[in-house]
């Protein structure tokens, strides 16, 4: 991945992140709670990484259409722990799905509909490794669902930022590529990751009439957390990440980072607001992971 955390402002949420175990009597405050990891790609070379992190959580993995029940249920123990793939890279193929079969623990691809068993068509972060590798097809994604592992959620059509699109483009990206994935793969897909993490009011209206029950964004919190009705959090996550970052996210050690980016952003905007019109950038939006180069286990900048 291209864009990492700097090193010391990883350091510091670890600081943090360890300050809040403790504070919090070793994470009992999480209890009840959900931990969803989003992850990307997995190449050939973090494979035994990644297995190493599942394996020692592989308890606590549940599929994520079981999120509201586990909230529900309650109960004793630290955060159950979803496993989720933004893009649906064919690396997926070799160096999760067996993963998961071996362990039981079950995973979500989100696929952009237009995009299967093809390099994905819109830009990714310069000097991006998964750059070049090409999307998972229908037949392999059918593979994959029929080992029981695997579920397969709409990541849209051709991976927007949804608030840039216009009403019409926006039924394409949402309802569109919902029909289009239950027609190929002969599922129903209730299930949505946001493209970059971003969305706005419109866009969360469009994707429940669309008929979405769940939206994953990249909002950094536990679930349940104080998102609009339907969004689900998610952390950001690599097999790269350090083990104590990786086994604090899962233990919900880093829930106060939603927080914290709210407060960067806000005071990102008010310098913004501030600052000459010449020195403006543009490109921020509503709901972004970009906006703040900010995130939690080792992991990178949600801007894919
Ligand atoms: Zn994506």
């Known amino acids: 991945m291209s864009t990492h955390t700097p090193?010391?402002?990883?350091?510091v949420y670890l600081a943090l992140a360890l300050a809040?175990?403790?504070?919090?009597?070793?994470?009992?405050?999480a209890r009840r709670r959900v931990v969803v990891l989003c992850y990307h790609a997995v190449?050939?070379?973090?494979?035994?990484?990644?297995?190493?992190?599942?394996?020692?959580?592989?308890?606590?993995?549940?599929?994520?259409?079981?999120?509201?029940?586990?909230v529900l249920r309650g109960g004793r123990g630290l955060p159950a722990v979803c496993l989720t793939f933004d893009d649906g890279y064919v690396g997926l193929r070799e160096n999760v799905f067996p993963v998961a079969a071996e362990l039981g623990a079950p995973v979500t691809v989100f696929v952009v509909s237009e995009n299967l068993a093809r390099p994905p068509a819109w830009p990714l972060p310069p000097g991006a490794p998964e750059a070049g590798e090409p999307l998972l097809g229908a037949d392999e994604l059918r593979e994959a669902m029929g080992t029981g592992w695997v579920r397969v959620g709409a990541h849209t059509a051709t991976h927007p930022r949804l608030p840039d699109c216009a009403d019409a483009a926006l039924h394409d990206e949402l309802a569109g590529c919902r029909a289009r994935i239950e027609s190929q793969l002969g599922v129903t897909i209730d299930e949505l990751a946001l493209p970059h993490g971003e969305y706005d009011e419109r866009t969360l209206a469009a994707a429940r009439q669309a008929g979405y029950r769940a939206i994953c964004s990249l909002d950094a919190c536990l679930h349940p957390a104080r998102l609009p009705a339907g969004v689900i959090g998610r952390y950001l996550m690599?097999?790269?990440?350090?083990p104590i970052?990786?086994?604090?996210?899962?233990?919900?050690?880093?829930?106060w980072l939603h927080a914290v980016r709210g407060l960067l952003r806000r005071v990102a905007r008010r310098r913004r607001r501030a600052a000459p019109v010449g020195e403006l950038r543009?490109?921020?939006?509503?709901?972004?992971?970009?906006?703040?180069?900010v995130c939690a286990g080792g992991v990178h900048e949600g801007s894919r």
Not at 7 to 11: E, V, W, Y
Not at 20 to 29: D, K, M, N
């Open 282 to 293: 543009h490109g921020a939006s509503p709901r972004a992971g970009t906006e703040a180069a």
């Open 20 to 29: 809040w175990w403790f504070g919090t009597g070793l994470g009992r405050l």
């Open 238 to 242: 690599s097999p790269d990440a350090w």
């Open 7 to 11: 090193l010391p402002l990883r350091l």
């Open 245 to 255: 970052e990786f086994h604090l996210t899962c233990a919900g050690a880093y829930a």
């Open 43 to 70: 190449s050939a070379t973090q494979r035994e990484g990644f297995r190493r992190q599942v394996a020692s959580i592989a308890s606590r993995v549940i599929p994520t259409s079981e999120i509201d029940a586990a």
